[in-house]
């Protein structure tokens, strides 16, 4: 049976939508992160995407992620080890009100990594990024892969599969 990928025309919403997020994970994480990037094909203006923000807080080094760790479980969010590996640790959300609040807000669905600075995955999302973000040509050729792979795809992790030749290729080119 064919798993249904959702792709939707860029939307203005995600930028904001991003940026509440963001808001409110720095309140919380207060000094313990350097940043907190906006990655995959949300953050890319006029790109065609799943609707799930891809977000990757930035630590100095895994010293702290023990913290970090508690931190975000007294948010509603637990570490997915099983999608976790060096370099980049996954977060998932008990439920749509994670990260919790006082208002109960249902936030929009998103995806949680944490990266050391220095991580190679953390530095393959920002260069992948800003090229993109650089070059609309290949940005619509990209959105017209995925447009075509979500057509296509017979689950997931064929779509995942068509989409990494294209990525590779890009951070091949970069490097």
């Not at 049976?1 to 409110?24: A, P």
């Not at 370099?87 to 929009?108: C, I, L, S």
């Not at 997931?156 to 080119?173: A, D, P």
Request: glycine letters at 6%.
């Amino acid at each position: 049976m064919k798993q249904r990928i959702t792709i939707e025309g860029y939307n203005i919403q995600w930028e904001s939508e991003f940026n509440k997020l963001h808001t409110f994970i720095n309140d919380v994480m207060e000094d313990r992160i350097l940043s907190i990037e906006h990655v995959g094909s949300t953050s890319i203006k006029g790109l065609v995407a799943k609707p799930i923000l891809d977000i990757d807080i930035v630590i100095e080094d895994y010293e702290i992620f023990p913290e970090v760790v508690t931190k975000f479980e007294a948010i509603g969010y637990y570490h997915q080890l099983e999608w976790s590996f060096k370099g980049r640790e996954a977060f998932g959300r008990k439920d749509t009100f994670v990260p919790w609040n006082e208002g109960n807000t249902v936030w929009m669905e998103h995806h949680l990594y944490v990266c050391d600075k220095n991580s190679e995955e953390l530095r393959r999302h920002i260069a992948f990024r800003d090229y993109l973000r650089e070059h609309t040509k290949v940005a619509n050729e990209y959105g017209n892969l995925k447009e075509e792979l979500a057509r296509e795809s017979k689950n997931r992790s064929s779509y995942i599969e068509g989409k990494t030749v294209f990525i590779t290729n890009i951070l091949e080119k970069i490097n």
